[in-house]
């Protein structure tokens, strides 16, 4: 309660402002007298003088940016660093739209959310938080995709079928796959004592590879789709 400032008029004067003064709490009155020596007091203020933005950051347990998972689930953790906390909202939203699935606000100081359960989609996330000045700042959006479907695989055309017994030096192997978020399309050929004996693996949309220059035997293939989940078939 130590005094900073006391400024007494002797005309009549109806304001005041003080100014500069730094942030912190604050308690003010006023008092008026008269020449026969009588005064009253207001009742006393308290103000808070807040100019700094919270701080807000994600820490552990939030996944990076542009990441995939096989899950119906996003679980967000942020720290914050505010005095005069007010609110925090989390809001999540549609990755492909851009419109808002999800915000939730607490006026509580909460740290984390975990929306679920959610479905298969891109989601792009972030949080907010405001101090009872006004202040607010936000983080950085997220980007997560949820995938939990494995790829679709399928021999197509030029493929052999079978058990077959061909007259040549090379096996060509084609498929289909239906998948928005591939990882790699792995060829593998093995003897048929199941040793391998060719593995190729491509990081793009790979359809078909042709094993060339293979001597004369039985020969066991597959073909494995991965996508950005960690799903995969073949």
Do not use: H
């Not at 549609?94 to 699935?101: E, H, P, V």
């Amino acid at each position: 309660g130590a005094m900073l400032n006391e400024t007494n008029y002797t005309t009549l004067t109806t304001f005041i402002n003080f100014t500069p003064i730094g942030e912190g709490n604050f308690l003010y009155n006023v008092t008026a007298r008269d020449r026969a020596g009588n005064s009253n007091t207001t009742a006393a203020r308290n103000i808070t003088l807040d100019a700094r933005t919270p701080s807000v950051d994600y820490v552990g347990g939030t996944e990076i940016n542009a990441s995939f998972f096989n899950r119906n689930w996003i679980f967000i953790n942020v720290s914050i660093t505010e005095i005069n906390f007010n609110n925090i909202t989390f809001a999540l939203y549609n990755g492909s739209t851009g419109a808002m699935l999800n915000e939730t606000n607490y006026t509580t100081l909460t740290t984390s959310i975990n929306f679920t359960p959610i479905g298969d989609g891109n989601y792009l996330y972030n949080v907010t938080v405001r101090d009872k000045a006004s202040n607010l700042n936000y983080t950085a959006t997220r980007n997560t995709t949820l995938d939990t479907l494995a790829p679709g695989i399928n021999y197509s055309g030029g493929t052999a079928a079978n058990a077959s017994t061909v007259d040549r030096s090379w096996i060509f192997v084609n498929v289909s796959i239906t998948e928005a978020n591939l990882a790699n399309v792995s060829f593998a050929l093995y003897f048929n004592n199941g040793t391998a004996a060719n593995e190729t693996n491509y990081t793009i949309l790979t359809t078909s590879t042709n094993f060339t220059s293979l001597s004369d035997g039985t020969y066991r293939y597959n073909v494995t789709a991965r996508d950005k989940a960690s799903n995969a078939n073949n």
